[in-house]
């Protein structure tokens, strides 16, 4: 089986129990996610040999971060245990038309304190064929920015297929920079663009003819004009795949995805998603899909039929990382999502 490597920041996930507000509850569930960390748990569980590179401190809440990803199969061999502190997010769960309500507590995390040097990625690439990361790395700090730029190099000059989810996260770019002044010079290393509806938007300035996503309608046909100007801008790019999601409430939506691969452009099925369990990582789960189809020689279509399909799934799974199977992936594509008891 091929190998990923994926990097990015990690974060202890604080969350009240169900549904609950912030002000109504003393407990909260602790568990650990994070963009990359994410994409690497999914493909591990679908048989890829992946590899997950970030910093985490040397400490007990560390240590148990560390055990959360190993536990699925992730190679974290190439973790760095330096820093002064692991990331958290706090997230309380929209319902019905009440939205999901996120509160970030990463100022001075490990990640954001890493720089050039820090890590071997000469070794962490060894034997590989992917690397993943995401837009949110870039944004956390100027020395997280510089790192990926390092991590691109080395990737780029040992041939490895890169991948990059444009993940804008306005709130994150503070650090002197915005997205449209770093991102072009990082997106100049990739090879296959994942990204939502407005990230092409909020990032380079490339959006959807008649999307209108706060209105909860989104159209396939609209977004082989976002691929055709991310290729045009970046003709290094092969691939460009978005997912869409139709926002009815914060329990119900419709979910899709398409592939334009620079003359053809592929439309994913079409789910309605009605009684939603938790949607953090939806677009992580998608792109470990579409990761893993790639790397399985499959064409296009499979490619994003596959991806949408592991995604909806994610939309079932209390946490971060979607723990389902490819069988279960196969099963959902050819069933239509009856949801039946299987005996």
């Given at each position: 089986?091929?190998?990923?490597?994926?990097?990015?920041?990690?974060?202890?996930?604080?969350?009240?129990?169900?549904f609950?507000?912030?002000?109504q509850t003393?407990?909260?569930?602790?568990?650990?996610?994070?963009?990359?960390?994410?994409?690497?748990?999914?493909?591990?569980?679908?048989?890829?040999?992946?590899?997950?590179?970030?910093?985490?401190?040397?400490?007990?809440i560390?240590?148990?971060?560390?055990?959360?990803?190993?536990?699925?199969?992730?190679?974290?061999?190439?973790?760095?245990?330096?820093?002064?502190?692991?990331?958290?997010?706090?997230?309380?769960?929209?319902?019905?038309?009440?939205?999901?309500?996120?509160?970030?507590?990463?100022?001075?995390?490990?990640?954001?304190q890493?720089?050039?040097?820090?890590?071997?990625?000469?070794?962490?690439?060894?034997?590989?064929?992917?690397?993943?990361?995401?837009?949110?790395?870039?944004?956390?700090?100027?020395?997280a920015?510089?790192?990926?730029?390092?991590?691109?190099?080395?990737?780029?000059?040992?041939?490895?297929?890169?991948?990059?989810?444009?993940?804008?996260?306005?709130?994150?770019?503070?650090?002197?920079?915005t997205?449209?002044?770093?991102?072009?010079?990082?997106?100049?290393?990739?090879?296959?663009?994942?990204?939502?509806?407005?990230?092409?938007d909020?990032?380079?300035?490339?959006?959807?003819?008649?999307?209108?996503?706060e209105?909860?309608?989104?159209?396939?046909?609209?977004?082989?004009?976002?691929?055709?100007?991310?290729?045009?801008?970046?003709?290094?790019?092969?691939?460009?795949?978005?997912?869409?999601?139709?926002?009815?409430?914060?329990?119900?939506?419709?979910w899709?995805?398409?592939?334009?691969?620079?003359?053809?452009?592929?439309?994913?099925?079409?789910?309605?998603i009605?009684?939603?369990?938790?949607?953090?990582?939806?677009?992580?789960?998608?792109?470990?899909?579409?990761?893993?189809?790639?790397?399985?020689?499959?064409?296009?279509?499979?490619?994003?039929d596959?991806?949408?399909?592991?995604?909806?799934?994610?939309?079932s799974?209390?946490?971060?990382?979607?723990?389902?199977?490819?069988?279960?992936v196969?099963?959902?594509m050819?069933?239509?999502?009856?949801?039946?008891?299987?005996?």
């Amino acid at each position: 089986m091929p190998t990923a490597v994926t990097f990015g920041e990690i974060m202890l996930r604080l969350k009240p129990p169900e549904f609950l507000r912030f002000n109504q509850t003393n407990v909260m569930e602790a568990t650990y996610g994070g963009g990359e960390a994410n994409v690497a748990v999914s493909l591990a569980n679908f048989g890829v040999d992946a590899r997950f590179v970030t910093a985490l401190p040397d400490n007990l809440i560390g240590d148990a971060c560390l055990n959360s990803i190993r536990q699925y199969g992730v190679d974290t061999s190439h973790i760095v245990r330096q820093g002064e502190r692991l990331g958290i997010y706090f997230l309380e769960a929209g319902a019905v038309q009440r939205p999901s309500k996120v509160i970030y507590d990463r100022a001075n995390s490990a990640v954001s304190q890493v720089k050039p040097g820090d890590l071997d990625w000469e070794a962490a690439f060894d034997g590989a064929d992917w690397f993943h990361w995401t837009g949110i790395t870039p944004a956390i700090s100027e020395a997280a920015a510089a790192v990926v730029k390092e991590a691109l190099e080395v990737a780029k000059a040992k041939g490895l297929n890169i991948s990059a989810d444009l993940n804008y996260r306005k709130n994150l770019w503070k650090w002197g920079k915005t997205a449209g002044e770093v991102m072009p010079e990082l997106v100049e290393y990739i090879d296959v663009a994942v990204g939502n509806e407005e990230d092409a938007d909020k990032v380079f300035g490339i959006a959807a003819p008649g999307a209108d996503v706060e209105g909860g309608h989104v159209e396939a046909d609209s977004y082989r004009y976002v691929g055709e100007k991310l290729m045009e801008r970046f003709p290094n790019l092969s691939t460009v795949c978005i997912t869409l999601r139709g926002s009815i409430s914060a329990s119900h939506n419709t979910w899709s995805g398409v592939l334009y691969d620079g003359s053809d452009m592929y439309v994913g099925p079409e789910y309605d998603i009605t009684h939603i369990v938790d949607r953090v990582g939806g677009g992580d789960s998608f792109a470990a899909g579409m990761i893993y189809s790639m790397l399985s020689g499959n064409r296009p279509q499979e490619v994003v039929d596959f991806a949408v399909s592991a995604s909806c799934l994610k939309h079932s799974i209390h946490g971060d990382p979607n723990m389902v199977s490819v069988a279960e992936v196969e099963h959902l594509m050819e069933s239509g999502g009856s949801g039946r008891v299987q005996r």
